[in-house]
């Protein structure tokens, strides 16, 4: 698996698998098992294995996966 781990991403636009799995009404593992089998694109924080989501990339995610984008607000 390859990783990507966070440069310079806005942190105002990035969301922990915690506010993901809120949004998508699952649980922190399942939003953590999509970033690493790379359903979902997510960023590692560096020196952690703590993920990251970017609101741009779960909105693309939830329109795939036909997820109601209300539940983003």
Same mark, same amino acid.
């Given at each position: 698996?390859?990783?990507?781990?966070?440069?310079?991403?806005?942190?105002?636009?990035?969301?922990?698998?915690?506010?993901?799995?809120?949004?998508?009404?699952?649980?922190? +593992?399942?939003?953590?098992?999509?970033?690493?089998?790379?359903?979902?694109?997510?960023?590692?924080?560096?020196?952690?294995?703590?993920? +990251?989501?970017?609101?741009?990339?779960? +909105?693309?995610?939830?329109?795939?996966?036909?997820?109601?984008?209300?539940?983003?607000?």
């Amino acid at each position: 698996m390859t990783e990507k781990r966070l440069q310079y991403a806005n942190p105002e636009k990035l969301l922990t698998t915690g506010v993901v799995a809120r949004i998508c009404r699952v649980t922190s +593992r399942t939003v953590a098992k999509w970033i690493d089998t790379g359903l979902l694109e997510g960023l590692f924080l560096p020196g952690s294995s703590h993920r +990251r989501v970017q609101k741009s990339a779960l +909105r693309e995610f939830m329109t795939e996966h036909e997820m109601p984008l209300e539940w983003m607000e």
